[in-house]
């Protein structure tokens, strides 16, 4: 990238306009003409006129000057034209600098950079301050922008209705802006380090930003040479900063590089020459394999042909044997014909003789039982299939009254619901059961025999009536809501207590899973999350795989038992912090914060951590020294946060020491390392 262009704004006693620059620029004028204004505009773009990098006019030493009537030049006496003490814009003022970047194009018109060009805008606001016995710049605002386009001096100056150019107001640039271009192109920082961040990204094409420290190398180098150096005379200022210096050592160097690269270029030619008899090989071998693969296939054709031949031939014998079929077929259909005309015949020849028949009384007797006797065989069955179907809707029930007796001499729930408790219901079940141990009717041996007493037949079904009576009893007895004082029947009650203890089940189950869990962690010899971690970490393996996220336990080991209990009593649930990738920790934050009901996990931040610890001096006594860690996070956090914590002796100790801890009783439940001990 280059510098193309500078706009001024209201920046000292220089007019509003813009500067095209050229390959080499000299700046050259007497004392007071401008010149370091104009630098120290560019100085301003580039450093953002920060407080570490960059103080306005470094080729003079104003501090030793202010008794001769020189003022400390600042950003808002530029903005506001100081001049010795008095100010060209005692009513306020707002200014700009920009500078339009382009990319170098390579010689020749070959493409160069890869980057677009961009324009860096610092804007600042700025009034005289008449408090005090002189008259001081104060800065009110100061913003910073990126655009992606070049910008020109127009767009920071408007027409008023007298025709009079007037600079646009701060807080009304990014709308004049945005009507000229897609709002996708301004970008605005708020802070000083933002804007440096994002301006060195673009100037090496990126369209994101470099990182802090990066941003603020560059902006120092650059200040740095930008600084004031003494010129002794004009030719030892254009040979040691306007001509190259020539070494003797770079071109042996250079003539060295090219004989090592003609040595690499004979090195890869005498590899390209066996990579051409390799594939001169291959390429007969691979005629080899076209051949035999022709052969193969003229032989897979000539099969086929072959087998082609067979099924036709047989297909025609086929079609022969389908034709000798549908001959066969139509002499059949003849016969046929011939057998229903028969049948016909004899059907009449029938008829006639059922006619005779009938003039004989005996025969029309006869004739009138049999149909009597159908008729009677056809309403049996048909009688007898509800029947049957209520067989086996008793049978059901002795079944199920089995049970319910069975539960009420094996379970409580006689406890739970007290009408099941009653003797009375108990003996009504007894009633019922009853029924099956003296034997219920056999209905289906009943109906295949041939009845010629009936009385049989009406006793057995004076005990049908008799066992059906007990068990309607038994039915209403469970169906009825009129017998509960409750208003629910036996049934309803029932049914919720199954609910219930269903319910119960599904939770001792899950408790006894959970257990089981344990039982697998501890077996396994490994750390027993929270069900809070462990709904953590599947969240973000879930969403953020990439995050990788870890317990913080699982990298901590405490190397003295005897302090294991105090030192994991002192941290407390803070042993369980999620560890991820830097890059990851605010997605993974906001993971935990979208889980329902939200999470009391924690994402440790790696980077904060860090910076925390380096400012900490441990004491000689810190419990830090008592662990050994295996992840440069889980170390940096445990410093920052518990490295002020120090070993004391006993309570006695603790009670003088700000924050300190002391060893407990053994027995202790180790979380740090393997294995868990119960305490």
């Not at 407080?51 to 501090?63: I, K, M, R, S, V």
């Not at 009537?69 to 903005?79: D, H, M, P």
């Not at 028969?342 to 007797?365: C, P, T, V, Y």
């Not at 009593?569 to 914060?593: D, K, M, P, Q, T």
Request: glycine share 8%; hydrophobic share 35%.
């Amino acid at each position: 990238m280059f510098l193309k262009k500078f706009i001024y704004v209201n920046w000292g006693n220089i007019p509003a306009t813009e500067f095209e620059f050229g390959p080499i620029n000299l700046l050259s004028g007497g004392n007071g003409s401008g010149k370091t204004t104009a630098a120290d505009a560019i100085q301003t773009i580039m450093t953002a006129a920060h407080d570490t990098l960059f103080h306005y006019n470094p080729g003079q030493d104003e501090a030793t000057q202010r008794g001769r009537g020189k003022n400390v030049r600042t950003l808002a006496s530029y903005v506001l034209g100081c001049d010795d003490g008095s100010y060209a814009r005692p009513n306020g003022a707002v200014g700009y600098l920009a500078a339009v970047f382009h990319p170098t194009v390579g010689a020749d018109g070959a493409a160069g950079e890869s980057g677009e060009p961009f324009t860096a805008i610092i804007g600042v606001s700025a009034s005289i301050d008449r408090a005090g016995s002189q008259p001081v710049a104060r800065q009110n605002d100061l913003q910073f922008y990126i655009v992606t386009e070049q910008l020109t001096l127009s767009d920071f100056l408007y027409d008023d209705k007298d025709g009079q150019r007037n600079v646009i107001d701060l807080n009304k640039l990014p709308g004049h802006l945005k009507a000229r271009m897609d709002a996708s192109h301004i970008e605005k920082y708020d802070t000083k380090k933002q804007y440096l961040r994002r301006l060195y990204g673009a100037l090496r094409g990126r369209h994101d930003a470099v990182s802090e420290r990066e941003a603020m190398n560059a902006a120092r180098t650059f200040s740095r040479f930008m600084a004031y150096k003494p010129v002794k005379s004009i030719n030892g200022f254009v040979a040691n900063e306007i001509l190259e210096a020539k070494d003797l050592g770079d071109a042996i160097r250079s003539v060295s590089d090219l004989m090592k690269t003609i040595y690499a270029m004979e090195s890869d030619a005498n590899t390209l020459a066996e990579t051409i008899a390799i594939l001169s090989n291959t390429k007969g071998a691979s005629q080899r394999y076209i051949d035999q693969w022709i052969d193969y296939n003229v032989l897979e054709y000539t099969a086929a042909k072959s087998r082609y031949i067979n099924d036709q031939r047989a297909y025609l014998a086929a079609k022969e044997k389908q034709q000798g079929i549908r001959e066969r077929l139509h002499k059949a259909e003849k016969e046929r014909e011939t057998a229903q005309e028969r049948r016909k015949q004899l059907r009449e020849q029938l008829i006639s003789m059922e006619a005779q028949r009938r003039g004989i009384d005996a025969l029309q007797d006869k004739d009138a039982a049999e149909q009597a006797i159908a008729n009677g065989k056809k309403q049996l069955q048909q009688q007898a299939i509800p029947l049957l179907e209520q067989d086996q809707l008793l049978q059901a029930s002795l079944r199920a009254t089995e049970l319910v007796y069975g539960a009420l001499q094996k379970t409580s729930i006689g406890l739970d619901i007290p009408t099941l408790g009653q003797k009375k219901i108990i003996d009504q079940a007894k009633q019922v059961l009853a029924i099956k141990d003296q034997g219920a009717v056999d209905f289906r041996k009943l109906l295949g025999k041939d009845w010629v007493d009936l009385s049989p037949l009406e006793a057995h079904l004076d005990d049908a009536q008799q066992q059906q009576m007990l068990v309607n009893q038994w039915r209403e007895r469970f169906h009825s809501t009129e017998l509960e004082s409750s208003g629910i029947s036996l049934r309803d009650q029932i049914a919720k207590q199954v609910d219930r203890r269903e319910q119960k089940l599904q939770q001792i189950q899950g408790r006894m899973a959970q257990k089981q869990a344990d039982i697998d962690s501890l077996e396994s010899r490994q750390l027993n999350y929270p069900g809070f971690v462990r709904q953590a970490l599947e969240a973000i393996r879930r969403e953020c795989p990439q995050a990788d996220p870890r317990v913080l336990a699982d990298y901590v080991e405490i190397t003295d038992p005897q302090w294991q209990s105090a030192i994991e009593g002192y941290i407390g649930g803070a042993r369980f912090s999620i560890i991820v990738e830097a890059v990851f920790e605010a997605e993974a934050a906001h993971i935990l914060r979208s889980i329902p009901g939200g999470s009391r996990a924690r994402v440790i931040q790696g980077e904060k951590a860090k910076k925390d610890c380096e400012r900490l001096k441990l004491s000689d006594k810190s419990i830090i020294h008592l662990m050994e860690f295996e992840h440069a996070t889980a170390r940096y956090y445990l410093e920052a946060s518990y490295g002020a914590v120090e070993q004391v002796a006993d309570a006695q100790a603790l009670r003088m020491t700000r924050r300190g801890g002391y060893q407990r009783r053994p027995g202790f439940r180790c979380v740090f390392s393997l294995p868990l001990r119960s305490g």
